[in-house]
């Protein structure tokens, strides 16, 4: 039976988690389809049909489109799936797919699986509970399987592909809800759900002064990300798009820096599938250093600038 993943996009470029996405159906085996819905997106169709593993991009080019709104989407991919007989639909565990799958589900009737860390079998994943302390092994029993991927499980896509694009029609703008407004953060770090290398700061920072001046300069010496814990976005430190955490971007860099975090279990939810964790906190007791592949016991104030000199 074919798979359908749907593609994460900004209408000019594929977004990343939609790479791992394709990698977690090749697992479970079959035809895979990727449905692009979007507006003026011929670019993104393009892209997905050079990812090794697609069999067909399906396009849904339409103003109706353009801002993905979950109605216009979900109904558009109830059509999809029924005149394509596909087994799973896929999308990644980010917004866009946590927005639009459980529609999905729900209009089909059937249980959505969240958050798929690995594949068993065609019908049996494994995914966290309780913020990620214990994994599930779900079977499901569902004609159609709704799922939603953790994409740090998985790699990304290569390319190496030659897939057919095909062009379907467009459903109508249902009108239930309308975009009025997006405030996108402009930085020259990169992304953070996409970053090889975070530097991450928490309450022990004290202040958003603090946090500006003792992390920014070691996050411009490796070329990182800033992230936060939710105590530090709590106190007003960062804003919310630097929440790295249960709550907020569940990420797992090449090398991921904690700088003042005490080790919450919400943000370790987020983080402790870093390739390799350095942890920096006076108190030597923090739940962090459980984690850590390397655990500094010291002044975050002294030992931070020392590392950016020694850089």
Do not use: W
């Amino acid at each position: 039976m074919p798979i359908l993943v749907i593609a994460e996009h900004d209408n000019a470029s594929l977004k990343a988690a939609t790479l791992n996405t394709i990698t977690a159906a090749a697992r479970i085996g079959g035809d895979i389809d990727v449905l692009v819905a979007g507006a003026g997106c011929a670019s993104v169709a393009e892209t997905a049909a050079k990812l090794a593993g697609v069999a067909k991009v399906k396009v849904a080019d339409a103003a109706a489109y353009a801002d993905q709104s979950a109605e216009n989407v979900a109904a558009l991919l109830l059509d999809v799936i029924k005149a394509g007989g596909y087994s799973h639909v896929l999308a990644p565990a980010t917004t866009f797919g946590k927005n639009i799958l459980p529609r999905v589900a729900a209009l089909l009737d059937v249980a959505q699986i969240s958050e798929i860390v690995a594949i068993e079998s065609a019908d049996t994943f494994v995914r966290p509970i309780y913020a990620g302390n214990a994994l599930a092994t779900v079977k499901s029993s569902d004609a159609i399987k709704v799922i939603t991927v953790r994409t740090t499980a998985f790699d990304a896509a290569a390319e190496g592909g030659s897939a057919a694009v095909e062009s379907i029609a467009a459903g109508a703008d249902l009108g239930q809800s309308k975009l009025v407004g997006r405030e996108l953060t402009v930085s020259a770090r990169p992304e953070l759900g996409a970053a090889k290398i975070i530097v991450s700061g928490g309450r022990g920072l004290g202040s958003g002064d603090n946090y500006r001046a003792v992390l920014e300069p070691l996050a411009d010496k490796l070329a990182a990300a800033m992230g936060a814990s939710r105590a530090a976005v709590d106190a007003g430190f960062v804003p919310n798009d630097y929440q790295v955490g249960q709550t907020g971007k569940v990420v797992a860099p090449q090398l991921y820096i904690a700088v003042g975090i005490s080790g919450a279990i919400q943000h370790l939810a987020g983080m402790k599938d870093s390739k390799v964790i350095v942890a920096i906190n006076k108190d030597p007791e923090a739940p962090i250093f459980q984690v850590a592949d390397y655990g500094l016991v010291a002044d975050l104030f002294e030992a931070v600038p020392q590392l950016v000199s020694a850089l």
